[in-house]
Nanobody, 122 residues
Framework: VKLVESGGGSAQAGGSLNLTCVVS????????MAWVRQAPGVEREVVAE??????TNYADSVKGRFIISQIDPNTLYLEMNSLRVGDTAMYYC??????????????????WGQGALVTVSS
């Protein structure tokens, strides 16, 4: 499985940015995909995930501001609105093949992209 992120960049607080992940599954069936972020010195955080039935989960920190979507099996999106300085992080696209009993658990994801940097300034 290959995941390639694009987008991100810099924005001022209150602004918006989008992330895109192109998915190459090579025949594997992916059960769930997510956007995971990590800032320096901070643990990884799953900000949003979407499963094969398009059910979504969001971290409280982004609920109401970020939207995860998957228009087709090969493309994952993250729309980020009302950005805050605290949203500054490297954002990773992640995927897994099986269900996990705990939502928003970064350790449950098997496949990872290379990351895209999001920087929000005040």
């Amino acid at each position: 499985v290959k995941l390639v992120e694009s987008g991100g960049g810099s924005a001022q607080a209150g602004g918006s940015l989008n992330l895109t992940c192109v998915v190459s599954a090579y025949g594997r069936k992916l059960y769930q995909m997510a956007w995971v972020r990590q800032a320096p010195g901070v643990e990884r955080e799953v900000v949003a995930e979407i499963d094969i039935d398009l059910r979504t989960n969001y971290a409280d920190s982004v609920k109401g501001r970020f939207i995860i979507s998957q228009i087709d099996p090969n493309t994952l999106y993250l729309e980020m609105n009302s950005l805050r300085v605290g949203d500054t992080a490297m954002y990773y696209c992640a995927a897994k093949e099986s269900r996990f009993p705990v939502v928003l658990h970064p350790g449950s994801y098997t496949y990872w992209g290379q990351g895209a940097l999001v920087t929000v300034s005040s």
